[in-house]
């Protein structure tokens, strides 16, 4: 059963996203290969500095402060600059698919834009208590995954990442195809080091999109 358009989208859970637009899941998978990914000796030593405070402040920070003293920072350290697009903090995404309207601010998005987001790449979500609370994090990054599929030009995978405390949640988006990797724990330094990789992985895979992307306009310009 398919839940009322007009139920507000902070109140959807994971599972009726996942109903509503007819998504197949896969549970427990491993999409990305990091067996190629090496980290810079900069980046790890970035990295010990960074789990050394999630340690001691973990149970005692907020959801901003989760994000502006961890999360940002990792994905800071990604340096996703560097592929031609640029990541957005709580920036809206919308669009109307499925009958349905989103509109919605995301945590982070990772797109091509200036001060807008286009058709995002990557989505991630946070949410510092545990998933028992009010909102859904996996349900608003899926959602946000679900209007960057539709805003996209050309269909391709779409990535994502929702976060509960210490625990990262990678995810990807093919077609109806709803990917959904085993948790990654931060506080360990193997699972943060997965995390980073997996990072640079979907740095490589946007970088190529980007390209792509702007060849695309540029042949759609030509007279």
């Not at 506080?187 to 080091?193: A, D, K, Q, V």
Request: proline share 4%; net charge negative.
């Amino acid at each position: 059963m398919k839940p009322k358009k007009q139920k507000r989208l902070l109140q959807w859970t994971a599972g009726e996203v996942i109903d509503y637009f007819g998504l197949t899941t896969v549970e427990g998978v491993d999409i990305f290969d990091t067996s190629t990914i090496t980290i810079p000796a900069k980046a790890l030593e970035r990295l010990v500095d960074l789990q050394a405070n999630l340690l001691i402040n973990t149970r005692f920070w907020n959801e901003e402060e989760l994000k502006i003293y961890f999360i940002g920072q990792v994905i800071d350290l990604a340096r996703y600059q560097d592929t031609g697009a640029r990541g957005f903090f709580e920036r809206e995404i919308a669009t109307d698919t499925d009958d349905l309207e989103i509109r919605m601010n995301a945590d982070f998005l990772l797109a091509r834009g200036i001060d807008v987001p286009k058709a995002p790449y990557f989505c991630l979500q946070e949410y510092k208590k545990e998933k028992k609370s009010a909102n859904d994090p996996e349900a608003q990054m899926l959602l946000a995954m679900l209007a960057a599929q539709d805003l996209n030009a050309t269909p391709h995978i779409v990535y994502g990442t929702f976060v509960i405390g210490s625990k990262w949640w990678f995810t990807a988006l093919e077609g109806k195809v709803y990917h959904v990797c085993k948790p990654l724990e931060a506080t360990s330094e193997e699972g943060l080091h997965e995390i980073f990789r997996i990072l640079l992985v979907i740095k490589e895979f946007v970088a190529k999109r980007v390209q792509e992307d702007k060849l695309r306009d540029t042949v759609r310009r030509r007279p």
